[in-house]
């Protein structure tokens, strides 16, 4: 499965950006999905994380009631829209499947990532 992630940019405080990741096959319907970040000198941390089916979803303390991750099975495509950005919100953002159903906090439960897209936010 490759992953293709699109949709960064440089954007100001208070925009909204919409972030896609393109599954390459239809293994993608059985995998929890997630929008991982990680800005310079950070560790890589989990933003959003979706189920398979997209009844369940996680977000870090940071986003929650600004992004919203949801997925398109039939598309092969999960979706991250940021609304209400911040300057510490900039980052590369990942996305990434899981080795199994459900979403997982931590890298070590992903199988595949995506390669990157950059999300600048100015102040």
């Known amino acids: 499965v490759q992953l293709q992630a699109s949709g960064g940019g440089s954007v100001q405080a208070g925009d909204s950006l919409r972030l896609s990741c393109a599954a390459s096959r239809n293994t993608f319907s059985n995998n929890g999905m997630a929008w991982f970040r990680q800005a310079p000198g950070k560790e890589r941390e989990c933003a959003a994380g979706?189920?398979?089916?997209?009844?369940?979803?996680y977000y870090a303390d940071s986003v929650k009631g600004r992004f919203t991750i949801s997925r398109d099975n039939a598309k092969n495509t999960v979706f991250l829209q940021m609304s209400s950005l911040k300057p510490e919100d900039t980052a590369v953002y990942y996305c990434?499947?899981?080795?199994?159903?459900?979403?997982?906090?931590?890298?070590?439960?992903?199988?595949?990532w995506g390669q990157g897209t950059q999300v600048t936010v100015s102040s």
């Open positions: 990434a499947a899981s080795f199994r159903s459900s979403w997982n906090r931590l890298p070590s439960g992903y199988k595949y």
């Open positions: 979706i189920n398979w089916r997209g009844d369940s979803t």
